[in-house]
């Protein structure tokens, strides 16, 4: 006999009224339910509607959003038409939220212990003399190390990690019944994340909680859900199980979606998913999706598709959904088929380059009261040839991103240097390199709401280069930008936009213009696509990757991704604490022998797929500092050998032509 | 969030949407009809006061109000209507000139230490905070005293003291964009201090600029009022709120309309200042109020 719905929501439609006094839909005539002991994940782009739909189980909708109509019960209870001392107790009680960023959601003057004994004192029923044994039991209920010692931080005194466990044990403290958890994992490192998804997973099975998991990450969604919902545009697309979701999407807006994700196991780019959703403010008059479906004909275009009830159990609103077999998952043509590195000469070369952050103040460089810490980065000597792309991969606090902004010349660099075309080298501060190396060099940041001026017009931003390396102005400079404009797939109607009037993508696409207008030599890309949609993601890695065969320029490629950083580049360096543990060639980096950092790395990879599970091998602990001497992993190394790892430094062993490993574990053990 | 980002228009054409955003706001609508009234007035009172405003009438020293003479006559018999249509010709001017030339000095001083940072920006802003620590009206009369009264002095001591607040706003303002990847990104192209300011701080800050500006206006005025009150300012028988109400302020337990009428002159205007500004931060979108939560 099936369970009674523990969260049951019935035609949902949420909305907006708008400035010209229309009513614009967020979400349309949604149905959800979840038993307990479900776990449900609700996917899709940002803009679907994903968080309003959690957040409206609580009963609560962001400031100028009202119900049009539909109901929401929980647990029998009317969320709609409620009490508010009910409804408070109930928020936070019986149903608890996780929210995304917890580091923001603690209070920052409270330590840890007295934040969980107020919600232990407001949400249950144990006696006030028990609850400091209730919040140890709570921290080590979510693996915390130490919980006794924790009990008196301050949340800055944590981890990203750390904080994400001591914002679930919160929630757990009023002993839930129902949890919705809204993106808990994104902004933190892949083997955190895959270790507080082994957790919510086993809080889930241990208390047979009924779950609502919120995620643009269908990696995490396939780890802990086992039932999957796609939204786009408001409305469901696609409701079924986690493996029929995952492994076989019958919507394509969900097959695109799997397809634009790139997976260790391929070695190509993901195909992207072209073109955006609609904004709310559209009006749609067929399906929702046939601007970028491969399947639509016109019947789609005119009549919206009802949502179809499958024998597999499955809901889908398509009208094509049985043919969805004549979509191929394969990409069209692989970024692999042809390595570019055939030119031998070397495009940049950095050598023994090592920064600090650290200033010693007088009184330390008087008397040398205090050590000098370690450089933030050290001992990095690679030579990048010319049209190749290296892949900086590592967890925050890495180096990546000050090594590139150590070339860019933002940074300045303790010692080494940076050799650009065989020449003499670079000096270390941008204000004093000569005009000609400047253009040479440029970056791409990770966000680009940050890195675009937000009162500059698109004409406006690509002159900014333009200008200064060209001296175009007029007709020239238009006519230039309208190329430029054009080799990033966007046309001349874009100049006179603000950024604010652009989607994620089309901002980064601009970005990227404003980056290949200097015409360099060499671009740095800072996590470029980390701050994007996964489907926006794989149109920006393509683009990326027609500009490079079509110009020859030479990337450098930071990201926290695996997968992606796999998917562009053709060698990739391993970063730990600002120190290199593995370098070489893609294909050699991603299969044995590993440093056993990469091999923790790559062993957290959440993949979506419902029947992969990660292995975890190192702790997630964040270390502030590297060490002072020896191996930079010997703190969280599983395979550490002994006293040899704290003292000396790892030797470069050359497992295979190109592929350095820096470990001290014989060659063979590797 | 989406609502405002969605109706946001293009730099060029944004003056228009400010202000149909600025008129739609009841504050907007009162503030401006306030300012535009006291500006015409200040432009047509010569010809529309009923009196000289310096003719003097013995027969008339404090009379309260008639039907010849509205708001009564001052303690010289010199009609105090046609002279407070005109009294705030003086401070509009005096300003209106320097409110514009202190937020641009400040302005890009303050932008500047911003941009500049460390050390030299800590030492010279404590040199900031020293001068913000005097009384302003001590500092106003050493200046006033050494060099003399009138416009030619009034106008440069204005703008040098209301433009010091302005460089701290103005920094403050600058080091919430600097640290923004876009003056990265500039930096690394090898743009110059100049055109970084120009091209991609400037327009980020002008409108906390506006809006300090307009603030600024009002607390100038209070000041130039206060100067003349104490008799500082215009000379005599210029006709000035401040001085006016200076000059009444004896008779006041029994001629209190000679006070009152330019005290309604200075807060009308002042206070039209002060909704304007207000309207204009809310239009802006900078109006910190709105930000709270619930």
Redesign the interface.
């Known amino acids: 006999m099936p369970q009674p719905a523990f969260i049951e929501i019935k035609n949902l439609s949420v909305g907006y009224t708008s400035r010209s006094d229309k009513s614009i839909l967020v979400l349309r005539d949604v149905n959800l339910s979840i038993t307990r002991g479900d776990s449900v994940g609700l996917v899709g782009e940002s803009g679907s509607g994903k968080s309003t739909l959690a957040l409206a189980a609580m009963g609560y909708f962001k400031r100028g959003l009202h119900v049009i109509s539909g109901q929401i019960h929980f647990d029998g209870i009317d969320m709609l038409n409620i009490e508010r001392n009910a409804l408070q107790r109930l928020r936070g009680g019986r149903l608890a939220l996780i929210p995304q960023n917890s580091g923001q959601s603690l209070t920052p003057n409270l330590r840890i212990g007295q934040q969980i004994t107020e919600a232990l004192r407001l949400h249950s029923n144990i006696p006030a003399t028990d609850f400091h044994a209730g919040v140890i039991d709570l921290l080590s209920q979510v693996r915390l190390p130490d919980p006794v010692g924790l009990t008196d931080r301050y949340p800055h005194e944590l981890s990203g990690g750390q904080q994400q466990r001591v914002a679930i044990a919160m929630a757990l403290a009023s002993n839930p019944e129902a949890l919705l958890l809204d993106e808990p994992t994104t902004g933190l490192d892949v083997t955190t994340q895959a270790h507080i998804m082994e957790l919510l997973r086993d809080l889930a099975k241990d208390r047979n909680l009924a779950m609502l998991y919120v995620s643009h990450d269908l990696g995490a969604i396939a780890r802990v859900c086992n039932k999957v919902m796609v939204l786009y545009a408001g409305e469901t697309v696609l409701t079924g199980s986690a493996n029929q979701v995952l492994l076989s999407p019958r919507h394509p807006y969900a097959h695109g979606l799997l397809a634009s994700i790139p997976r260790l196991n391929e070695a190509s780019l993901p195909q992207a998913l072209d073109g955006r959703p609609p904004m709310p403010s559209e009006t749609i008059t067929g399906c929702a999706f046939a601007d970028r479906c491969k399947l639509a004909d016109q019947t789609c275009r005119s009549s919206p598709p009802p949502l179809d009830h499958l024998e597999s159990g499955e809901t889908v609103r398509c009208f094509h959904h049985y043919q969805i077999g004549q979509l191929n998952r394969k990409p069209q043509k692989s970024a692999k088929s042809n390595p570019i590195a055939t030119c031998k000469n070397s495009a940049l070369s950095l050598s023994n380059l090592s920064v600090s952050y650290s200033q010693p103040g007088l009184f330390s460089k008087l008397f040398r009261s205090q050590d000098i810490p370690p450089s933030t980065v050290e001992r990095i000597t690679i030579d990048i040839k010319k049209g190749e792309t290296l892949g900086l991969v590592g967890e925050s606090g890495s180096g990546k991103s000050t090594i590139l902004k150590t070339i860019a010349g933002m940074v300045p660099a303790q010692s080494g240097n940076i050799i650009l075309n065989q020449t003499e080298p670079l000096d270390t501060m941008v204000e004093k390199r000569p005009a000609a190396y400047l253009r040479q060099v440029q970056i791409i940041f990770q966000n680009p709401d940050d890195s675009l001026n937000p009162r500059h017009t698109v004409a406006q931003i690509l002159a900014q280069p333009l200008r200064l390396y060209y001296g175009l102005s007029g007709t020239p400079l238009r006519d230039r930008s309208i190329a430029i404009l054009e080799q990033v797939r966007l046309g001349e109607h874009y100049l006179e936009r603000l950024p604010s009037q652009l989607s994620g993508g089309e901002k980064q696409r601009v970005a990227i213009a404003r980056a290949f207008a200097a015409d360099p030599e060499i671009i740095l890309c800072d996590e470029v696509t980390s701050a994007l949609d996964v489907s926006v993601q794989a149109a920006v890695l393509d683009l990326l990757d027609a500009l490079k065969r079509q110009d020859g320029t030479t990337y450098i490629f930071v990201s926290h991704d695996l997968a992606v950083v796999k998917a562009i580049s053709d060698r990739v360096a391993v970063l730990y604490q600002g120190r290199i543990c593995e370098i070489g060639p893609v294909a050699a980096v991603y299969s044995a022998p590993f440093h056993p950092y990469t091999d923790a790395l790559i062993g957290a990879v959440l993949e979506p797929d419902p029947d992969v599970a990660p292995r975890l091998t190192a702790d997630d602990v964040v270390e502030l500092s590297p060490p002072k001497t020896g191996c930079q992993f010997q703190r969280r190394c599983p395979r550490k050998l002994g006293s040899i790892c704290e003292i000396n430094i790892p030797p470069a062993q050359e497992v295979a032509p190109g592929h350095i490993i820096h470990c001290h574990i014989p060659q063979g053990d590797l | 969030m989406?609502?405002s980002?969605?109706?946001?228009q293009?730099?060029k054409g944004r003056l228009v949407p400010v202000m149909k955003d600025i008129l739609a706001r009841p504050s907007g609508r009162i503030g401006l009809t306030l300012v535009f009234l006291h500006i015409l007035l200040a432009l047509l009172s010569p010809s529309i006061a009923p009196y000289d405003y310096k003719l003097q009438n013995s027969a008339l020293m404090l009379s309260p109000p008639s039907t010849e003479h509205w708001l009564g006559a001052d303690h010289l018999g010199r009609d105090i209507l046609s002279r407070t249509l005109m009294g705030g010709r003086e401070a509009l001017l005096v300003t209106g000139i320097a409110t514009p030339l202190a937020v641009m000095w400040g302005g890009f001083i303050g932008i500047l230490f911003g941009l500049v940072g460390g050390r030299v920006d800590e030492v010279l802003m404590r040199v900031v905070d020293a001068f913000l620590s005097l009384p302003w009206i001590l500092k106003m009369l050493v200046l006033i005293v050494t060099f003399g009264t009138g416009i030619g002095v009034l106008i440069p001591t204005l703008t040098f003291f209301y433009g010091i607040p302005v460089i701290r706003v103005a920094r403050a303002a600058t080091h919430d964009i600097i640290a923004?990847?876009?003056v990265?990104?500039?930096?690394?192209?090898?743009?110059s201090r100049i055109s970084i300011i120009w091209?991609?701080l400037l327009?980020?800050v002008l409108d906390t600029l506006m809006v300090e500006g307009a603030m600024r206006w009002s607390w100038m005025l209070l000041a130039f009022s206060s100067l003349s009150f104490l008799g500082f300012g215009v000379s005599p028988p210029t006709p000035d709120w401040g001085l006016m109400i200076s000059d009444a302020r004896g008779f006041m337990s029994f001629a209190p309309w000679g006070v009152i009428a330019p005290v309604i002159g200075l807060s009308t205007l002042i206070i039209g200042i002060n909704l304007s500004a207000d309207a204009l931060a809310k239009a802006l979108g900078i109006d910190r109020a709105q930000k709270a939560p619930m």
């Open positions: 989406t609502l980002s969605a109706s946001y293009q730099e923004r990847d876009f990265w990104a500039a930096k690394a192209r090898g743009h091209r991609e327009p980020n």
